[in-house]
């Protein structure tokens, strides 16, 4: 076997990787985006660097919520940050490994003429320590934001959806996107265990109301005519729902340990078992949809005022 052979044969597949340990999970029952513990003794907030305060996005949210467990803080440094903020890592701490995309140029051939030039999104790791596994570092040199707890969790996500125009109207059976008539549907408050699962629902149907063709045009049609269509774009589109609404949580602050995600393992497994990509596209999906909805929102405010 030559050295090229060799190389090809141990290089990692970063895509399969992340989703084999997310499946591994999820066939315990377990999902890295909710929040296992008791809402009142740990921080709740989207996880971000330490050096910057920028918070994450995307898959590494993903992968941060679930390496966060083991933590009481959100913020993280690369080995390198640690240094430049005059501490370092401690000695035997194990890294989390996040991603990036690097644009890879080539040349493409033009059948005669002169090669054209063209970038390649290629998926590249990087590692960070929770900011819990460094020492040496003054704690006003940490950036990190924890959003205080909302005493009325209802009221955040029902403000959030009136911000943005979406039209909520409660007291059903089930919650639901009604495309048809451009609308969410939801229980009354009541019928729900607690405020936080209250707003954890809402999130996940306005995440669904995102994807009209009249915004981002996620979806084609009602999930009625979604599931007919194909179960693998259904359970794609309610694993994007969740992770939105995942997301939303962190940003203020909501625990959502008691969201749905019990009901749809079973199709989030096939998804991820039959797409290495899936989850990547997923979360790179409810990014989107978290951004159009808080920029929708700042937008309305700011005609207001």
Known sequence: MTKKQTKTKTKKDLYQEITDGIIAELE???????????????????????????????????????ASTFFNTQSWLTY???EELGGNVKKGEKSTPLVFF?????????GGSDPELVKIPMLRQYRVFNVEQCENIEADK???????????PQNVASDLASAVGCEV????TKAANA????????????????????????????????GSPLRLNRTKGNRDSIIKESRENYAFEELVAELGAAFLCAKFGIANEELQHADYIGSWLKLLKDDKRAIHKASAAAQKAVNYILELADSQAQKAA
């Open 28 to 66: 315990q029952g377990i999902c890295r985006w909710v929040r296992p513990w008791d809402k009142q003794s740990q921080p709740f907030s989207l996880p971000c660097s330490g050096k910057t305060g920028k918070d994450y996005n995307g898959i590494n949210i993903v992968m941060l919520m679930g």
């Open 80 to 82: 390198k940050q640690a």
């Open 102 to 110: 690097k644009q890879l140029e080539i040349e493409k051939d033009k």
């Open 142 to 152: 940490i950036k990190g934001f924890i959003p205080e707890r909302p005493e009325a």
């Open 169 to 172: 109207l409660t007291g059903s």
């Open 179 to 210: 495309d048809f008539f451009d609308r969410v549907i939801i229980p009354a408050f009541g019928d729900f265990k607690s405020a936080d699962h209250f707003a954890a629902t809402l999130f996940h149907e306005l995440i669904h109301w995102t």
